[in-house]
């Protein structure tokens, strides 16, 4: 397959992608949610190909994690494509409405972004999710999985590509990358790739970011903090912790750092050891940790920029918030960060601070998911202040354009001062 020329007729299909009524966008996620619930046993018999493989190959337990897709990863789709489904058009909103002068109408709409590259690793519900959301918003999209899902993801491909043309959907709104050699040709598109979004590892996508010239948008580690400041409440940190760390270990926003104030640490760390030690968390620890609890050595090479992505955590003492603060933007990934307190001023002065793309008081990291936050779903988490930040939705993937509306005016009578403007609010 020739990448450059697929993507320049994607490019071509973009502007007629962009102009479907949300009818019919609806209408092919309508037609990918019934593929795949009546396909499921086809889908279930790749999947059992690819763990196989993985089990054969070494694969790492994280990462065979990712890659099953069962009844509940069938499940969490096909919520995610209703959800999706219940969303007003992202296409089309008038966000300026503006008269500069009399019979001089501007207005700023949304639009598409255009043709989307997405390239991730080992999650084959990812590929549901994002062709689903580029579908919704009016995108094209190219999708290149990971070779450990590559039947899942063939199988995934093929029947949601069928069903969006059976909503008459343009022929090349979507498609599928499978050889390696083919990111590369992917990253060399610029023109006719509007975005790039990797999903995978720190390694995976700081390679992207450093091989092309097209924009990229992304995050390139989860390293997700807790802080337990001196006023919190036992009953809420510890089922708080144990979820964040081992309710998905394999996740972006699963925590790998809890950060825990001096004044309470003899008290709350043996508690917080023993509810660890019962869910198989691993602990290393940070200066003075080892002298209340059992802990490992801090990983010499990572120290507190770990991501473990595993059943195994880094704890660190701290004197004051201010302390737990600067330790988190120092040594964090801007992801998402947690504080336990019931001091209000204490949580202002965190979610203010912290310079994260979610920060959370008194919950788990893990609710940082576009599902979970009513996008429908997400093709990624955004750490970038530019454009799109957390998880990025619906709203994530569209642009916007400017529309003026005059009757023969010219820069020239404004220039001369035959003219003047008259800016007016509609």
Known sequence: MNIREETLQMKQASPLLAATPLTQRNRALENIRDTLTAHKEEIFAANRKDLALAEENGV??????????????????????????????????????????????????????GVIGVIFEARPDALVQISSLCLKSGNCAILKGGKETTYTNRILFSLIHEAAMAAGLPEKCLL????????????????SVDLLI?????????????????????????????????????????????????????????????????????????KLARA?????????????????????????????HKEYLDLMLSIGLVDSVDEAIRHINTYGSHHTDSIITENDATAERFLTLVDSAGVYRNVSTRFADGFRYGFGAE????????????????????SYKYRLIGNGQVVGDYASGKKHFHFRDL
């Open 176 to 191: 599928q990358a499978e050889q390696h050699n083919e990111i590369d040709e992917l990253l060399e598109c610029q023109g």
């Open 60 to 113: 790492p337990q994280a990462v065979k994690k990712r890659l099953k897709f069962d009844e509940g990863k069938l499940a969490d789709v096909t919520a995610e494509l209703t959800s999706l489904l219940s969303l007003p058009d992202p296409i089309g909103k008038v966000t300026l409405h503006r008269q500069l002068d009399e019979g001089l109408i501007l207005t700023r709409i949304t639009c598409p972004i």
């Open 276 to 304: 660890l030690r019962d869910h198989n968390v691993a602990i290393r620890g940070g200066e003075g940790v080892d002298d209340i609890i059992p802990a490992q050595p801090m990983d010499k090479e990572a120290g507190w």
């Open 379 to 398: 093709v990624g988490i955004s750490t970038s202040k530019i454009h799109a930040r957390g998880p990025v939705g619906l709203e994530g993937l569209v």
């Open 198 to 270: 990797p999903r995978g590892s720190n390694a995976f996508v700081q390679y992207i970011m450093h091989h092309t010239s097209i924009p990229v948008l992304g995050h390139a580690d989860g390293v997700c903090h807790i802080y337990v400041d001196k006023d919190y409440d036992i009953e809420k940190a510890i089922p708080i912790i144990i979820d964040a760390k081992t309710q998905y270990t394999a996740a972006c926003n699963a925590v790998e750092t809890i950060l825990v104030h001096r004044a309470i640490a003899k008290d709350f760390l043996p």
